[in-house]
């Protein structure tokens, strides 16, 4: 589906200019969550999971250089999260 949209066309959904969109495309530049959510719409894609996988490489990108630290802190936030998930249940209840 891609190659029947010119690179003009995808930019011009996005709002920006097709040098900014060829740069995303590279992978040079990096979309944000609301490019990745009309770029889901464009290609039918399931947003929930565009947005998993752009959520998942930012932060792979923010821990990267970190190792185990990088670990233990993904753990901690898995957790947090949890949590968090879990007393909003409550709340709601």
Not at 20 to 42: D, H, N
Not at 54 to 69: C, F, H, I, P
Request: proline share 1%; charged share 30%.
């Amino acid at each position: 589906m891609h190659s029947q949209l010119p690179q003009r066309k995808l930019a011009a959904a996005l709002d920006i200019d097709t040098a900014t969109y060829c740069k995303i495309e590279k992978g040079e530049r990096k979309a944000r969550k609301e490019q990745v959510e009309l770029l889901a719409s464009v290609f039918e894609i399931d947003k929930k999971e565009l947005l998993t996988l752009w959520l998942a490489d930012k932060v792979t990108d923010l821990v990267s250089e970190n190792g185990q630290v990088a670990r233990n802190a993904l753990s901690i936030a898995v957790e947090n999260l949890e949590y968090k998930e879990q007393n909003d249940t409550v709340k709601s209840i």
